[in-house]
Antibody, heavy 116, light 108 residues
Framework: EVQLVESGGGLVQPGGSLRLSCAASGFSFTSYWMHWVRQVPGKGLVWVSEIDSGGTRTAYADSVEGRFSISRNNAKNTLYLHMNSLRPEDTAVYFC?????????WGQGTLVTVSS | EIVLTQSPGTLSLSPGERVTLSCRASQSVNNDYLSWYQQKPGQAPRLLIYGVSNRATGIPDRFSGSGSGTDYTLTISRLEPEDFAVYYCQQYDRSPRTFGQGTKVEIK
């Protein structure tokens, strides 16, 4: 069974940092580019970042460029999102996903709340 | 960046009705790299259609996709109770990947 399980979300003050993790199982994690997508509760889906299968190429949405960093550990089948200088507008559910139709896998998301 | 604009924002319909959702891209989406997702409250998105018109595994044939260039359509031939949800189009032609803002299909 394919599973993507995010963790690391929670309440953080503005300007703070957080690291999200996404543990993958049930598919060949090392073969896939991986992505983070976020969603403000009640709003739409927004792509945040991507990383290639080898972990060498990355890309970011303009809104997080310079503050967020995506990485992966293929030996541990785990994807990460390091989030620094967090802002209230970063409050959202963060999903990890392959975004690789037709083998498109999503986690259930982890909620990040940025508030004082 | 390819901006995807979906219309309408909300549709109020009854079970059994036919639904047509629109997704317009700000520039051409090459290689038919256009998908449709369904999302229900509290759930992750579910892939319905990829490559403009290919149904994902397990998706019933009442769902179909069409289009080319900058204009794409998701059609649900006959609404079932479980189809009331939010639908998103998404392009994977180039980075940054982008989603439309969504169309909510609600029960009338």
């Amino acid at each position: 069974e394919v599973q993507l399980v995010e963790s690391g979300g929670g309440l953080v003050q503005p300007g703070g940092s957080l690291r999200l993790s996404c543990a993958a199982s049930g598919f060949s994690f090392t073969s896939y580019w991986m992505h983070w997508v976020r969603q403000v509760p009640g709003k739409g889906l927004v792509w945040v970042s991507e990383i290639d299968s080898g972990g060498t190429r990355t890309a970011y949405a303009d809104s997080v460029e310079g503050r967020f960093s995506i990485s992966r550990n293929n030996a541990k089948n785990t994807l990460y999102l390091h989030m620094n200088s967090l802002r209230p507008e970063d409050t959202a559910v963060y999903f990890c996903t392959t975004l690789a139709a037709p083998r498109d896998y999503w986690g259930q998301g982890t909620l990040v709340t940025v508030s004082s | 960046e390819i901006v995807l604009t979906q219309s309408p924002g909300t549709l109020s319909l009854s079970p059994g009705e036919r639904v047509t959702l629109s997704c317009r891209a700000s520039q051409s989406v090459n290689n038919d790299y256009l998908s449709w997702y369904q999302q229900k409250p509290g759930q992750a998105p579910r892939l319905l259609i990829y490559g403009v018109s290919n149904r994902a595994t397990g998706i019933p044939d009442r769902f179909s996709g069409s289009g080319s260039g900058t204009d794409y359509t998701l059609t649900i031939s006959r609404l079932e109770p479980e189809d009331f949800a939010v639908y998103y189009c998404q392009q994977y032609d180039r980075s940054p990947r982008t989603f439309g803002q969504g169309t909510k299909v609600e029960i009338k």
